[in-house]
């Protein structure tokens, strides 16, 4: 069955086209054109979304919970209540992701969620791209509130264990470069097609820029759990803002990241190689109070996600993301789109998300004009 939706403007996001037209036939993009095309099309039916602003989907990629639970449950009832809360944010696809725990609770994590990956989309969910594995791979000198006991080195004896458990399913995996044998093991899960984002570390130098010539090729939660910028020596952070070919995210709360080095991270990476996440944990969208982050609590007080007073996490949404962007940084809604659509789809390899254009899949939000989500479309239907 086909569709055609019509909207008063249309981000791609690489263009805008005002009064547009997107023509889905089974859950797929067939045509993108300008509103006056349908007057030629008597074939499918027509949702006009009026004076919205039409999306691609929002797409997350590294998110632990939200709407009261954790990735880590595994449990397809958690993992629903989860892509349900997001859809209605606006996310589409996310990667639903780890944070260190014992073996046993993070291969029993593993397995539940490489099974809900390989069944693919659901309706009324957000379908999960691949699992975004953060931690055991890390630096102790900035696991943040990764327990420092499950923290260790880079193995790939390990990692296929994990590997093998996820069903071959983990799509980005957080590395600290630094570490002992770490340029061999990013080369060798770069060849299974994991992509490796270099974070939760402590890196020199020398040492981020050998993780990027090992396969590195993104960072994870730029600023937050990383060697902090020196003018002699740039450590990692240098390295990350600087580099042309690596892309970064950042969690543009306003409270991990202050807004004016937003902006300037904005600036450094620009329009391509910039990616929002949310770092969200299971206390998003819901009360104050004690809530999961894996196999531990954290306290959640005026917008904080805390354990031992250090920032665990988040309670940030993506379309507030991006309109924190636009107050950030100044961007137009176009622009802000882009850092949560096709820059994160980049980041996977993952081709038919994160814009409209024929043969994508149809996962589109409808926006106002100031980014606050009116509706989500999943596969071109309604959730």
Partial sequence: MSTIFTAAQIITPLEVIEQGAVLVTDGKIERVAPLRWIEDNSVAQRIDLGDATLSPGYIDIHIHGNAGHDVMEGEDSALEAIERSLA???????????????????????????????????????????????GPFISTAKCGVHPVHHIVPPSIQLFEKLWEASQGTIALMTVAPELPDAEEFIREVTRKGVRVSLGHSNADTRSALAGIAAGGSHATHTFNAMRAL???????????????????DIIADGVHVAPEVVRIFLAAKGDDRAVLITDAISAT????????????????????????????????????????????????????????TRNPAAVLGAASRGVIAPKAIADFVALDRKGNVIKTFIAGECI
């Fill in 88 to 134: 209605k944010q606006g996310v589409t696809s996310y990667c639903p992701t780890t944070v260190t725990a014992s073996l046993d609770k993070t291969l029993y994590a593993l397995e539940k969620l490489g099974k809900r990956v390989t069944a693919g989309q659901q309706a009324g969910r957000a379908t999960p791209l691949g699992i975004h594995l953060e």
């Fill in 230 to 248: 020196d003018h002699r020596e740039p450590g990692i952070l240098g390295v990350v803002i600087s580099h042309p070919r690596i892309s970064a």
């Fill in 285 to 340: 969208g819901m009360p104050e109070g004690r809530y999961s982050l894996g196999s531990f609590e954290v306290e959640v007080k005026d917008g904080r996600c805390l354990l031992d007073g250090k920032l665990a996490g988040s309670v940030l949404t993506m379309d507030r993301a991006v309109r924190n962007v636009m107050l950030f940084g100044d961007y137009d809604l176009a622009r802000a789109v882009r850092l949560a």
